[in-house]
């Protein structure tokens, strides 16, 4: 280790060359081995109260290999000053990649989600729990590769207990329902993923909130709009990602492998897909044969005399089923309309009339309905909703008016 008016240059002959950022646990550089022509990214812990932690980091990071996953190459004491010396990722972190794009496309979306989960079933699969999954804990190279940095509080089995009873460890607004409660397990992650998959498609979070309570409040109900009134063009398979990954019960929740092969290409869901429908081929005798025809026949009469004077050609559903259908979608329908991040929002027609929300809507199966919705201290906003079966209510949240 060498000094330079008081500051660390060199450790274990890396040159440090930039600073790249601080974390909760230390300040993080760029390095260079000119021996082994190596550029490196190290932290450096300056809290000794987190030894422990900051310990426990680094032998979880060194215990995997996976592609998106930074490499560890060292962990050292000098002095007084612990570091851990890792792989040096070019490339944006998610969230700054995110801040500068607004918001990204479908296609992009689900490559970085699929990437992710990815290595999130390579952890789980090693019953390692990351537990703070969010974008900056993340970098976008620039070939596309998502690469995962950090492990600051990540867990595994022989993880020592390194937090106090009753505090919680994670980013709020990434953190799942049972993490309020200190009960985290690998789903934990799977909301966490589901969070950041909102976020990257919409450009919002999908529980965003003035205050902690609230927000809290908010996840523990699973009280979220959904992407696709925020972003009517969302894919099919995100929107399935994220309804599946935002289930309040864990037990509800898809895994990490279940993600990533929702997201896979069309070369994997066709081959699912086949190996799915494909039948399965049994070798019989002939006299086995006879006898299943034998009671084939058998069956068909019986359905025959069972159906009476009800008889209807083949494909048609049961007496009066289609009847029923239409008479159903021709109901009005009722729709709720809310915004819950404004205690005073309204809804305006286009007739100028108002209505205090949440309001309810009535009409018929494929109507649209034009209205805006405003709020003392908040943007108006514009929406045209239709009436559909089975969608019982809409929650959107209006943007504060910048002073």
């Known amino acids: 280790m060498r000094y330079d008016s008081g500051h660390i240059t060199e450790i274990a002959g890396y040159r440090l060359t930039i600073r790249l950022g601080s974390g909760g646990m230390g300040d993080v550089y760029k390095a260079y081995n000119a021996t082994l022509n190596r550029t490196a990214a190290i932290k450096m812990l300056h809290q000794k109260e987190m030894g422990d932690r900051f310990r426990n980091e680094a032998y979880i990071q060194s215990s995997v290999s996976h592609p998106n996953i930074a490499r560890l190459y060292e962990y050292l004491v000098t002095g007084e000053t612990a570091c851990i010396i890792m792989e040096f990722v070019e490339g944006d972190p998610l969230d700054v990649y995110l801040h500068r794009r607004g918001k990204l496309s479908n296609e992009e979306t689900e490559n970085i989600v699929k990437q992710i989960a990815a290595a999130l079933a390579y952890l789980h699969s090693k019953d390692i729990l990351h537990r703070d999954i969010k974008p900056q804990n993340f970098k976008v190279q620039p070939n596309g590769i998502i690469t995962m940095l950090d492990f600051g509080i990540a867990k595994n089995k022989y993880t020592p207990k390194l937090t106090q009873q009753g505090y919680m460890v994670g980013t709020t607004e990434y953190m799942a329902p049972e993490q309020f409660r200190q009960q985290v397990e690998k789903k934990s992650d799977i909301w966490s993923l589901g969070v950041l998959a909102y976020e990257l498609i919409t450009g919002h979070m999908p529980f965003g909130a003035d205050n902690a309570v609230t927000m809290r409040f908010k996840i523990e109900k699973g009280d979220y709009t959904k992407p696709r009134i925020l972003i009517p063009t969302v894919s099919a398979k995100l929107n399935t990602v994220i309804e599946k990954c935002l289930q309040v019960n864990p037990l509800s929740r898809i895994s990490a492998a279940g993600v990533e092969m929702l997201l896979g290409d069309k070369k994997t869901q066709s081959a699912l897909k086949s190996k799915t429908t494909t039948p399965i081929q049994l070798k019989v005798s002939r006299k086995t044969g006879m006898i299943a025809v034998a009671v084939v026949l058998i069956i068909a009469v019986a359905i025959t005399i069972l159906n009476?004077?009800?008889?209807?050609?083949?494909?048609?559903?049961?007496?009066?089923?289609?009847?029923?259908?239409?008479?159903?979608?021709?109901?009005?329908?009722?729709?709720?309309?809310?915004?819950?991040?404004?205690?005073?929002?309204?809804?305006?027609?286009?007739?100028?009339?108002?209505?205090?929300?949440?309001?309810?809507?009535?009409?018929?199966?494929?109507?649209?309905?034009?209205?805006?919705?405003?709020?003392?201290?908040?943007?108006?906003?514009?929406?045209?909703?239709?009436?559909?079966?089975?969608?019982?209510?809409?929650?959107?949240?209006?943007?504060?008016?910048?002073?």
């Open 308 to 403: 009476g004077s009800d008889e209807k050609p083949l494909g048609e559903g049961l007496p009066g089923e289609k009847d029923n259908t239409v008479q159903k979608s021709s109901e009005n329908q009722k729709l709720t309309i809310d915004v819950p991040n404004a205690t005073n929002a309204y809804i305006v027609f286009p007739d100028g009339s108002t209505e205090k929300l949440p309001y309810d809507i009535s009409g018929k199966e494929g109507e649209n309905f034009e209205f805006t919705l405003r709020a003392d201290g908040y943007e108006s906003k514009k929406i045209e909703v239709p009436i559909t079966v089975g969608r019982k209510s809409y929650e959107y949240n209006l943007e504060k008016i910048k002073e």
